[in-house]
């Protein structure tokens, strides 16, 4: 499976964004995922098959993962955005179509190359 991100870029705090995801991802649990300079990589949101949704407490109530399946498309919108949020997003698929908690990236066995957000004070 080929998953190919787009809509990184570079706005200013409280500002939005939205990244998309495309590949095909009907039958997977889908997640975004982010790495930040000098940091581990970590979950931020998954979204099953189901349309069940987890979030990392950080994005909570800013951030919101969705898909078009018809589109083979995942999105998320990021609101409220933060100088902490500045990070290189990727998007994976979990090979079944369920989600569990907490986001474990050994999870995933797909990935995609990455979209860079950064977002200035």
């Known amino acids: 499976v080929q998953l190919v991100e787009s809509g990184g870029g570079s706005v200013q705090a409280g500002g939005s964004l939205r990244l998309s995801c495309v590949g095909s991802i009907s039958t997977y649990c889908m997640g975004w995922f982010r790495q930040a300079p000098g940091k581990g990589r970590e979950g931020v949101a998954t979204?099953?098959?189901?349309?069940?949704?987890l979030y990392a407490d950080s994005v909570k109530g800013r951030f919101t993962i969705s898909r078009d399946d018809a589109k083979d498309t995942v999105y998320l919108e990021m609101n409220s955005l933060k100088p902490e949020d500045t990070a290189m997003y990727f998007c994976?698929?979990?090979?079944?179509?369920?989600?569990?908690?907490?986001?474990?990236?050994?999870?995933?066995?797909?990935w995609g190359q990455g979209t860079q957000v950064a977002v200035s004070s």
């Open positions: 994976a698929a979990r090979r079944v179509s369920w989600c569990v908690f907490p986001i474990n990236i050994g999870d995933f066995k797909y």
């Open positions: 979204l099953s098959v189901a349309r069940n949704t």
